[in-house]
């Protein structure tokens, strides 16, 4: 089957662009934006995943108020045969110009919750390592991504309270990624129930930080023992700079959370790249955005590439600002941060999520909480 894709001159193989090289139901294209400003006002997530051995493109928005009310759409469709669409009902992805211009719509739902905005690349796409792991002979992640950063401008509307995008204290940061996931849809059956190792023990830190001249995104993976399992990111320059992105060589980190609670206060980071660059960076939460709502590590049955019919969405609204139900709807956070380094005010988001037991910092139990 033709695709729009195949006027493109970008083919790898000699076929088309309505399949992947792979029949592993686990292969997905994700896009992810998260756009916020610099008062902990609000935060504003959204994102697509194209799953086509599943058939099924999904996809999610959520706003957080003030850090006292967040509101979750979730939405998926039939992938094909408009598999060469970034859309899912009210919710739409467009490229306007590569790296520099990407527009989100998102259209009236039930949920209130409206908006059209585009994020304008400031920075360099910083490219991560590939990702390969494999268990018990089995593939189970294998691929690439990479972030970039920059800033947003538009609208955002929930009801009657509409917030105009400004690019001068709105920042923005993006990612695109591709391949074998983790976590993709229901469980297989009639397989061996644990088919990769179990996630325990572990610290996830993603981060995409950027000041006036430099941005960053950073990935670690750390064991409670202190190995490090993964370790890639780059330290990005503005757009037209000639300095190729410096590869990150070392992540270190001090992070402080809530009391009695999994969710990241701020702390330090101190990074290392190879260009002798060294970071050592203060962050401050200002507020967070519970990506559950998006369907990360699922939500009222709903995982990622799951099969929900032809159209369906649902949603919900959050009282994130009682620290139990934060504590309830915690899993993959983005924090949002106010950040310092050698002497450069900046602005970006960590994601911290701690799969116990950690000891390091107090967490005894397995899981995702104290």
Request: aromatic share 10%; glycine share 12%.
């Amino acid at each position: 089957m033709l695709t729009k894709y195949d006027e493109l001159t970008c083919h790898q193989a000699p076929t088309t662009f309505d399949h992947v090289g792979t029949s592993d139901r686990a292969w997905t294209e994700k896009l992810w934006m998260n756009i916020h400003d610099t008062q902990g006002a609000m935060v504003l997530a959204l994102g697509f995943g194209v799953y086509p051995n599943r058939n099924v493109q999904d996809g999610y928005a959520c706003l957080n108020l003030g850090n006292r009310v967040q509101t979750n759409l979730r939405l998926s469709r039939e992938l094909r045969p408009r598999l060469d669409e970034l859309s899912v009902g009210p919710l739409t992805w467009e490229v306007l110009e590569p790296y520099r211009r990407i527009r989100a719509r998102l259209a009236e739902n039930p949920m209130g919750l409206a908006f059209e905005l585009e994020f304008l690349g400031r920075f360099q796409a910083g490219e991560e390592q590939p990702h390969f792991g494999r268990s018990r002979g089995r593939v189970f992640v294998n691929h690439c991504r990479y972030a970039q950063l920059g800033r947003a401008q538009g609208w955002v509307r929930l009801g009657d309270q509409r917030i105009e995008l400004d690019p001068s204290r709105h920042y923005a940061q993006r990612d695109h990624s591709w391949g074998i996931r983790m976590g993709v849809g229901a469980p297989e059956q009639g397989v061996q129930a644990q088919d990769i190792d179990t996630f325990s023990h572990m610290l996830i830190n993603w981060a995409t930080l950027q000041f006036e001249d430099r941005a960053l995104n950073a990935y670690l993976i750390e064991k409670a023992d202190g190995r490090v399992e993964r370790l890639t990111g780059k330290l990005c320059w503005p757009l037209g700079d000639p300095r190729p992105p410096a590869e990150l060589t070392a992540f270190e980190h001090d992070w402080v959370y809530h009391p009695g609670s999994a969710r990241m206060q701020g702390g330090q980071a101190r990074l290392a790249f190879e260009d002798g660059t060294r970071l050592a960076i203060d962050t401050r939460e200002l507020t967070s955005m519970y990506l559950r709502g998006g369907g990360y590590v699922g939500v009222k049955g709903f995982t990622h590439g799951s099969w929900q019919g032809p159209d369906w969405s649902d949603g919900e609204r959050w009282e994130v600002g009682t620290p139990a139900v934060a504590d309830e709807v915690h899993g993959l956070d983005d924090t949002v941060v106010e950040c310092h380094a050698g002497g450069q005010l900046g602005y970006g988001i960590v994601e911290n999520m701690i799969l116990g037991p950690f000891p390091r910092y107090g967490f005894e139990s397995f899981g995702l909480g104290r």
